[in-house]
C-alpha cells in the first residue's frame, strides 16, 4: 500500500481535498486503485451535527455516514463509493481508545496520546485502505499545520511514514503564495514558514502545490525549492482556473504524475487523460446559457450546497450548457417581489434543510414556479415545501405545513416518521443512505431515470403523510416514486406542468462526471426550453 498524505499550511480553505482528489484523478487515469481518507481534527463524532455554516454541506454516503464535504470531491473525482470509516474525526479516536480502555485492553497501562492515540490513528487508516483494496491510499490531513488539534495526526504521520518507508509514504504540502498588489510580487514567506512549522514536527515534505492567483514565476519556484528543500519539479503551481476539474490537467501538465510514480518507484502503463479532458471541453465550450436560482439559507457560505452546484455543472456539461447561478436567501424572499427577482430565471431549486427560519420564503417560490410554470427541482426538504404549498394553494387546506415548522397545524400534510416517533438522540438517528424507490413507468422521472427501480441517498426525519396522498394526488400532483413497499413519498410530479419534480432523496449526492444526477439534468434540460420558449 502506498500513502500520500495531503497536509495545509498558512490558511484553511485552500482547495486540500481538490488537491487531494486531482493527485487520486491522475492515478487512477494510469489504471491504480485510488481510494481516499478525511481527517477532521473536531471533537464530533462525525459531520451529522454541524450546521452548514461551520464546514459546508452535510455530505451523505451509501451506507448513511454523514460526513465531510471532502468525501463528495473524492467520490466526484474518483468515481468511487466510499464509507463513513473513510472520515476520521478525532471523536471517533478518542471514543475507541476510551472504549477500549474501558474494556481492559490496556490493562495496568497508562493511555496517552503516543502512542495509544497515534496507533489507533495509523491502525484504522490502515484498515480502511487494505479494506478498499485499493494501491494508492490518499489521506487528506484537514486543519492547518500548527493547529492544536492536528498534531496527534502530525506524529501518526511521521510514525506511519518512518514504519512504511520512503517510497510507501509521500507527503504534499499546499501552501498559499499572496501577492501583495502593489509590487506584484509572489511572496514565499508564508510558504517557508509553514514548512519550518511542518518540518519541526518531523515531516518533510516532498512536494509542495502552492495556491496563486497566477501561475508560479520561476524565479518563485526557485525561491520555494530552495528554502523549502524540495525538488524543483516538485514545486507545483496550482493557479486560479475555470473550473476545479481542470486542476488535475495543470497538475499533470506540470509533470506531477510522473514525478510521483518515480517517488513511489511505480510504473503503470500511461492511461492518457483524454476522458477527463473531454468532459473539461463540455464544460468549458458551452453552445447556450441558462439561469438556475437556488433559494436556501446558508447562501453565505457556497459550500453549503456545493453538491447541487456540481451536479447541475455535471447536467449543463451533458447538455452544451452554461449554467448561471441565481442565489437567493429564502429569508429576503417576498411574495410581492418575486415577478422582478424570477424575471431572468429558467429554473429554480429548492435544496434540503432543517428548521422553521425562512420556510414560507421557500413555498412562495414554489407556488411562483407552479403557477408560471418555471422549471422546478424540490429536494428533500423542497420536496416536502412543493407538497404543503400545493396543499394549501390547491387543495385549501389552510395552514398546511409540515410538524417540523408548526407542530399544532391543523393539516400535517408532512409528518414525522412513524420509527422517529420518540427519538431523542441526534447524532446519526435520521433516515439515512441508500435506499432502493420504485419508479412508476411513463412519468417524467421513469424516462429521466430509463429504469423502475433506482437507489438514491437519504438524510430526512419527515415525510409525506399518508393521509393525505389520495387528495393530494386527485388534485394533480401524483406521486410517482414510492418506497418498495409503497408506504413511503418519494418523487413527486406535477404531470400537467413542463418541469414540476422533487424528491425526499438527494440525487445530488451520487452525480459525477459524465454521469450527472437524473433529476438535475431533468431541471436543466427543462430550463434550456424555457430560455429558448423565452427568445423566440
Ligand atoms: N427537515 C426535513 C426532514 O428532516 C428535510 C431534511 C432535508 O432536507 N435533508 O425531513
Redesign the pocket.
Known sequence: MKYIIVTGGVISGLGKGITASSIGRLLKSRGLNITAIKIDPYLNFDAGTLNPFEHGEVFVLDDGGEVDLDLGHYERFLDVSLTRDHNITTGKIYGAVIEKERVGHFLGKTVQIIPHITNEIKDRIRSVAHQSGADVCIIELGGTIGDIESMPYVEGMRQLHTEVGDENCIFVHTTLIPIVSAVGEQKTKPTQHSVKELRALGVQPDIIVARAEKTLDPATRKKISLFCDVPLEAVISAQNVKTIYEIPVIFDEQGLTTYLLNKMKMSPPDGGLSEWKDFIGKIKNPTRCVTICLIGKYMDLMDSYISHFEALKHAAAELETAVKFECIESEELEQEKMHKRMKNVNGILI?????HRGIEGKIAAAKYARENDIPFLG????F?VATIEFSRNTLNLEGAN?S?FDPNTPHPV?DLLPEQRGVERKGAT?RLGAQAVMVQSGTTAHRLYGVTEISERH?????INPEYIDRIEAAGMKYTGRSPDGRRMEILEIPEKAFFVASQF?PEFKSRPRKPSRLHFGLVEAAVSHAEKKNR
Open positions: 435544496p434540503g434543510g432543517f428548521g429536494v428533500c426538504l423542497g416536502q409540515s417540523e408532512v435520521m438524510r430526512h426525519r419527515y415525510e438527494h
